[in-house]
């Protein structure tokens, strides 16, 4: 069972992951964005990490739905209220439960991810985070690792691929043969699951 402690945990690698990776994520949104993906991302999540500690909420689903805001409020480009909702209605669809089963959590991680897709309105193959998410949350019913693979492998499958939203798709054609910066920090979120679960 996953519990509090759990979730706070995995916000916390987040950010320390996303600190390691920022130079990395900018860069990725250097040719095909504005730069800024990386230090949007650790702007937000050392936020959230301050106050998933100093708030220490006491339910899984306290933990994201804080974390989500925290995004909201902290993050001005769009990546901020889209991770924002993933954890908030995942939080929020996790419900009021002390501890939560890994198979309750991934219920309500497709709940998160569906409420992605209808705010930005991206589907799989449109190069964004979504092609990293989706395939993470199907593979989540197997384990946390086979989670983690699939979205790796989400995030480098988006590089062939033509942007259809976000700033990328302003570039149409020339965005192909690029990574896209929020596939691969959705590769590091569910990366930091996986090691928080021990996988
Ligand atoms: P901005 O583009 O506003 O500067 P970021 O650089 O922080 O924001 O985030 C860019 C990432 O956000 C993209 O690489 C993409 O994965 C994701 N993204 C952008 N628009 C959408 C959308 N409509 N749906 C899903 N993801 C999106
Ligand atoms: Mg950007
Ligand atoms: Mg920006």
Same mark, same amino acid.
């Given at each position: 069972m996953l519990d509090a402690d759990f979730f706070r945990r995995w916000m916390t690698a987040t950010a320390v992951s996303v600190g390691h990776e920022a130079e990395r994520l900018t860069a990725l949104d250097s040719p095909i964005g504005d730069a800024d993906h990386g230090s949007n991302l650790r702007r937000g999540f050392n936020a959230v990490a301050t106050a998933v500690e100093e708030e220490a909420p006491a339910?899984? &689903?306290? +933990? #994201? +739905? #804080?974390? &989500?805001?925290?995004l909201i409020s902290t993050v001005g480009g769009a990546s901020g209220p889209l991770y924002g909702t993933l954890l908030r209605r995942t939080g929020k669809a996790l419900g009021e439960a002390a501890e939560v089963s890994a198979e309750q959590f991934t219920d309500a991680l497709r709940i998160g991810v569906d409420a992605v897709r209808a705010l930005g309105g991206a589907a799989p193959g449109d190069k964004t985070m979504i092609d990293a998410l989706v395939p993470a949350v199907d593979a989540l019913a197997e384990s946390f690792a086979a989670a983690r693979t699939a979205a790796e492998q989400g995030a480098l499958a988006t590089t062939p691929l033509q942007a259809r939203k976000g700033r990328a798709s302003y570039l149409g054609e020339r965005s192909i043969g690029h990574q896209d910066p929020g596939a691969t920090s959705a590769a590091l979120l569910i990366a930091t699951l996986a090691e928080t679960a021990g996988e």
């Open positions: 339910t899984p &689903g306290t +933990v #994201l +739905v #804080l974390a &989500g805001s925290r």
